[in-house]
C-alpha cells in the first residue's frame, strides 16, 4: 500500500492544504478560501465515493446513475467557469461529445469491460479531462472576445458572419486549452509516471502493462479533449455559449 491511511496521514493533508492557502493569501494570488474549501470537500467527496462505489457497482442501475451524477456535475462545474448566465448548461454539450464516442468505442471494442470497477475510474479520468478542456477552451475564447471585441466588430464590417467572425478571434486563444494535455503526454515517463501508470505498478501489474494501460488513458484523454475545444469554440462562435447578462439578452 502506497499510504498508511492514518491520523499522521490526516496531519499531513492538513498541513499541505494549510501551506497552500497560506501562499495563495500572502502572494495575493487570490483563491485561498477556495483552495481550503476544495480540500475540506474533495475530502468529504471521496470519503462518499470510496463508500458509495461498492454499493453501486453490483448491479447496473445504480451504476449508470453514478456515471449521470458525474456527467451531470462536470457540467455544472465547467458551465459554471465558463458564464454565470442560464447559458451554462450548453456545456453539456462538450463533455457529452467528448467522453461518449470514445466510452462507447472501448465498450464496442471489450477493451473496457461493462463492469463499475472498470468503468467508473475510466470515465471518471475523460470526464473529467473532458471538463478541463471545456473550461478552459470556453474561458479563453470568451476573454478573448471581451478583449478583443474592435476585431470582431472589424470582422462584421467586412461582411463576415457573426460566427465566422467570432471564429477568427477566439480560435486560437481556445486551443490553449489542448496544451496541459499535449504536455502531459509528450512528457510521460521523462517529466512525470501520471496515476494510471503507478496505480497499475502498485496492483501488481508489470512496467509493461503499466505503459500501455496509461498510454491507451493519455491517447483516449487527446481525442477527448480535442473533441470538447472543438465543440465548445463552436458553441461560443455561434452564440449558444456566453456572458450576456440574461435581461440584455432577452431584451434584443
Known sequence: MLLPVNATLGIVLAVLLAVAAAIA???????????????????????????????VIRALPPLLCFLLLMFAVATRTAGRRITPNRTWWWAAVPIGIGVGPVVGLLLATGLVPPRGLTLIPVAG???????????????????????RRGEFEAGLALGL???????????????????????QTRTVGLVTLPGAFVGMLL?????????????????ALLAVQAAACAVVLELVARGRLHRVPLSAAEGE
Open 25 to 55: 493569501s500572502l502572494a495575493r494570488l487570490g483563491h485561498s478560501r477556495a483552495i481550503a474549501v476544495a480540500g475540506l470537500r474533495a475530502a468529504v467527496q471521496l470519503a462518499a465515493v470510496s463508500y458509495l462505489i461498492g454499493w
Open 125 to 147: 479520468i475523460l470526464i473529467g479531462g473532458a471538463l478541463t478542456a471545456t473550461v478552459l477552451g470556453g474561458r479563453r475564447a470568451l476573454d478573448e472576445l471581451e478583449s
Open 161 to 183: 458572419p457573426d460566427r465566422d467572425a467570432r471564429m477568427e478571434v477566439a480560435r486560437p486563444a481556445a486551443s490553449d486549452a489542448l496544451l496541459p494535455g499535449l504536455d
Open 203 to 219: 496492483g501488481g501489474a508489470s512496467p509493461v502493462q503499466a505503459g500501455a494501460v496509461q498510454l491507451f488513458v493519455l491517447v
